[in-house]
């Protein structure tokens, strides 16, 4: 066992300090007067701004000591901005090239012709990639020692929120290695890798403000605020000083920062590795556990959150459920499990163009659910609906002291048979097409038209509210139980997903049946030679 843990910490020491791939990157891109050359154009643009900033600030006359400090605290705060923005635009636009163009090189083959495993490889990369944003934040230190300086802001603030900021430069670097990895060509690269980082700043801005709303209303004691606060590259001046309360300790929101921003790269680098691999091994299987354990915390610390105000019914702590609250507590676990959406194609479909870990090797197989073959998605796509429901389930049995009622089962069979119904259309369309790339194109397309489309075209025609006393269209869309009130909801969802169920066995035997005669041909055509002689 010693040895063992021995063995793994100096594998781990080689991937994370000395990587062969990151220093040759940092010699490459510190080559020549280009790096130099365009960090001093970083260096007088950031210098200019503040100066600019700064002069505006304090241009004031007559003001009180009072004024002079707040301006001096604005100066700080938009310089912090400006760092939040050099971040978001530089992090991804460095990483999202690295991979896709070695593959257009075709060096990668023979990065992994040598004794290179597919997480060093990626270590190194995101090394060399986060490597420039901390670059960037230590080239910035005169002017936040400027703020220092004038009283604006202390020392242990420029800390924290260096360290927020690169916190997020990581996840948005570890985003955009994936996407690297994921697309065929570097505009695809760059376009999913920006679409991500505007993505993430936008929700992450939202949810921060929403948390600074709290604490400077006064819902909070102190500086206690969400975690969420330090979310946002925007908010990070405001956040430093931030924490949560956790087990009736203060937590600071930065500590907490650090270990979801580690999570959420070490995600990421299992499922660019898992695409890298080309037999999955253990890259896939890490990937898997690590999907079903986040899936498992997540949806528990949102059930403990919503269950207060859902669940808690009553006067007492152990007060009988109300079916509707159970019913909305329901609906809000069925939104959470939405982000399957850009996960199921992979989960789902299978390709004869492709290794022999996509080809199909049976529809369910229990045994498969790490392996990444796609005998194991159903088996893996209903232990990710066991883990979002058992951890929501747990969370709100933890800050109520009861359960959900029926009707919040009945949501959760509708919600999973939902599921099972896509998943079963990606493996009838992977039986009618070989492409592996095209199939899960299809796929993500029909959801879309299903799902997604249908939504405005019914409110313009039906109008807003679903719950009338006759048919409508409503009646007609695949989420509507996920939308309205009806007074035999509950009906109406069970119904639904037996229907979704039976429309699932449907199209497996169909693509099954389908896929059997595909190997049954490619089976005889080897064998004639043979028959033959």
């Known amino acids: 066992m010693g040895a063992a843990f021995a063995n793994w910490l100096a594998d781990n020491r080689d991937v994370y300090i000395g990587n062969a791939t990151a220093v040759r990157d940092f010699r490459i891109q510190l080559r020549g007067n280009r790096s130099v050359l365009l960090f001093g154009i970083y260096l007088f643009v950031l210098i200019g701004v503040a100066v600019v900033i700064y002069s505006a600030s304090t241009g004031m006359v007559g003001g009180t000591i009072v004024d002079a400090q707040a301006h001096l605290k604005s100066f700080y705060q938009v310089t912090m901005g400006l760092l939040g923005l050099t971040v978001c635009v530089v992090a991804p636009g460095l990483t999202a090239t690295t991979i896709v163009m070695e593959r257009q090189r075709q060096s990668i083959d023979l990065v992994f012709s040598a004794p290179v495993t597919p997480k060093y490889y990626l270590v190194g990369k995101m090394i060399s990639s986060f490597r420039y944003t901390w670059m960037l934040l230590v080239l910035a230190l005169p002017v936040t020692a400027a703020s220092v300086v004038l009283g604006g802001a202390s020392w242990s603030d420029v800390l924290v929120s260096y360290i927020l900021l690169s916190l997020q430069g ?282 997604v489309l249908p939504f405005p075209f019914i409110v313009a025609v039906a109008g807003v509210e679903s719950e009338t006393s006759q048919f409508n269209l409503w009646d007609l869309y695949v989420i509507s139980p996920l939308i309205g009130h009806r007074s035999d909801s509950g009906v109406r969802t069970m119904t639904l997903g037996f229907l979704m169920l039976g429309l699932s066995l449907l199209m497996v035997g169909i693509g099954d049946a389908k896929t059997k005669q595909k190997l049954s041909g490619v089976r005889n055509y080897d064998e004639q030679p043979y028959q033959a002689a």
Not at 287 to 314: E, K
Not at 355 to 363: A, D, I, Q, S, V
């Open 170 to 451: 990581l996840m948005l670097t570890s985003f955009a290695l994936l996407m690297s990895t994921v697309s065929p060509k570097p505009v695809g690269a760059i376009i999913w890798s920006y679409t991500g980082a505007i993505l993430y700043n936008g929700a992450a801005f939202a949810g921060a403000q929403a948390a600074l709303g709290i604490l400077r209303f006064g819902h909070g004691a102190g500086s206690e605020a969400p975690f969420f606060v330090v979310l946002s590259p925007w908010t990070v001046s405001e956040a430093a000083r931030t924490y949560t309360v956790i087990g009736g300790h203060h937590v600071a929101n930065w500590l907490i920062m650090f270990v979801v921003s580690l999570l959420i790269a070490k995600i990421c680098l299992l499922g660019a590795g898992s695409i890298l691999s080309p037999s999955g091994g253990k890259e896939v299987v890490g990937l898997r556990l690590h999907g079903l354990l986040y899936t498992l915390v997540i949806s528990g610390l949102v059930g403990w959150a919503l269950g207060p105000g859902v669940l808690h019914v009553g006067t007492t702590r152990f007060a009988s459920i109300d079916l509707s609250s159970s019913g909305l507590y329901g609906i809000l676990a069925s939104w959470l499990s939405a982000p399957l959406f850009t996960f199921l194609p992979f989960i789902a479909c299978y390709g004869f163009d492709r290794e022999l870990r996509y080809r199909p090797n049976g529809t369910c197989k229990p045994l498969k659910v790490l392996d990444g073959t796609p005998g194991g998605g159903l088996p893996f796509l209903l232990a990710i609906m066991g883990c979002l429901y058992g951890g929501y389930v747990f969370g709100g049995w933890n800050a109520v002291g009861n359960v959900p009622g029926y009707q919040f089962w009945e949501f959760a069979f509708y919600t999973t048979s939902f599921w099972v119904m896509f998943w079963s259309m990606g493996r009838a369309l992977s039986a009618f097409c070989s492409g592996l790339k095209t199939v899960r194109t299809l796929l993500l397309s029909a959801f879309i038209f299903i799902v």
